[in-house]
């Protein structure tokens, strides 16, 4: 295993001490929830928002929280679902008068969490919402999953939702906010390599030397099928056949185009893809109005990438412009 | 080899394309020069900022062509020196009244490449300075490099003469500025696997399932040592081992502390080396006043991590903390 790492168990909490160390003034971290939180959350005029998945994603989720962003993520061990007490404590740290927000991507370990996290909140007096981020069309259900799986669209969502926090929305309308998003969100993945986490110490799949993985989810779980690595235009053409008729996008629409890297794949080969996919995109008429290229949401050091669409409409544009402040960024 | 590429020959214009597409209102892409540029330079009223390197150290050096980063960066093919004449041309395109300041990191090619660009730049008139940025306190003579090499530490070069020129400062005082910053900033990197370039489509060394490179050049020259894989721990000692000393930083220095991905590890574990470092540095006496933890300067795909500290001062803090803008960037 060839990863900078001491005790595999430690691997999140150190992680996290590092995230912590770099954002004094900015976030605060409770190891005992794997907290990382704003240091000026909560706020009584503002909706929390709060994500927690496995780790492994990074940047998602703790190093996107901040201004504009999340109020705190909670995440689990290494592609394992926080505790349900780490999300209720979570809930009751964060707790506002406007609300708390809980984003899931839809994987069955999370929501089970989430579910029972937001019950024992609620019994307790406090205002909880739970939207569920399901953009990757790959499979309808999956190894962790009933129904599609979230992966790197659920970036949409969180800047959409925390930008309408961020002006003081209601709950209702957050809510409304990022189920419109997540509606009009769609994407899919294609895996070069497996990953191995760091307390397996072994990959957690095989893929031949010529292979890929086409559909692949962020945690190593099938796709669509194994193929023959092939070119970056046709592999542009698989990615953009299986999303683009799916919400179906079309001719006229403008979009927002993320190619997102899996964590082991340089940013050249991203920009290389994104070059691809923007042209064509053009030859259908639908027109890249926002562009994301770089990691958001990660499989450990997996090589790949996935795509994703997001419809734009005056609203969403505006809230994807608003202004952000996280702890991943690069001045 | 497992990359996203088509023809690996036009891997670079590919990638530049993206760039470009991604950036329309900000970028302006010459492919006969592999130049990607400020769509408002050159501008009268500042020095020009140059830079050109092989590619595949993205975002190096085409990603940070922005506002208070570079005007432009014209790149050679992977792990490659810009050929002369792309540096000419794209001097003659920057040219501006108040000069052109010219970073070159320091690889014997590249030098070659700007020197000769600066005497034929000034065989026309044009105002000319180079700037070689040496930061690498791996080995003293390497493969490529007569004295020590450049690596990541060149981002704080960049951002503190993009940050002056931006100001309106004069060619002298940027090129003092850049000399200032290059001298109180020291690297050394720690390569746990190799990297491919895609015309090669084979490793460029060879490294055994227990083994890292201790000192690693970012075109995967050989360091101080080939070494059995240790903890994190223990590698935080050898990079602060190999950098404290050096210039020295002593207690009671303010520093930046930047962890540098070289392109295939992924952020959670540079966080995790970030926050050993940050813990071994304060049990020194060392402040670390500014935090970069990511990709800055990379090779392809390699995993393995770089360690940089810059000595701070009023003047580099007040620069480094400037607003910039630039293609790499998370929104």
Known sequence: MKKFVNDPKQFVPEMLTGIALANPDTLKYEPKYNL?????????????????????HEPAHVMVVGKGMLDGACPGDVFAAPPMDYVYETVK?????????LLVNNYTGDRMAFDMAKEMSEAEGIKVATLFINDDVAVQDST???GRRGVAGNFFVMKCVGAAAEEGAELDEVVRIGEKVNS?????????TACTPPAKGSPLFELGEDEMEVGVGIHGEPGRRRATLVTADEIVD???????????????DRVALMINGLGGTPISELYLLFGIAHRKLAD??????RS????????LEMAGASLTLVKLDDEIERLLEAPAEIAYRVF
């Open 184 to 192: 009009v969100t769609r994407s899919m993945g294609i895996a070069l």
């Open 93 to 101: 740290l964060l707790r506002s008068d406007k609300g708390v927000l």
């Open 284 to 289: 259908q008429g639908i027109t890249v109005a």
């Open 36 to 56: 990382i939180m704003r240091a000026d959350a909560p706020r009584a005029d503002k909706v929390s928002i709060v994500q927690g998945s496995g780790s492994g």
């Open 238 to 252: 698989e990615l953009l056949g299986a999303v683009v008729p799916d919400l179906p996008y079309a001719s006229g």
């Open 292 to 299: 994301y290229v770089g990691e958001y949401c990660t499989s």
């Open 144 to 146: 962790y999953t009933v």
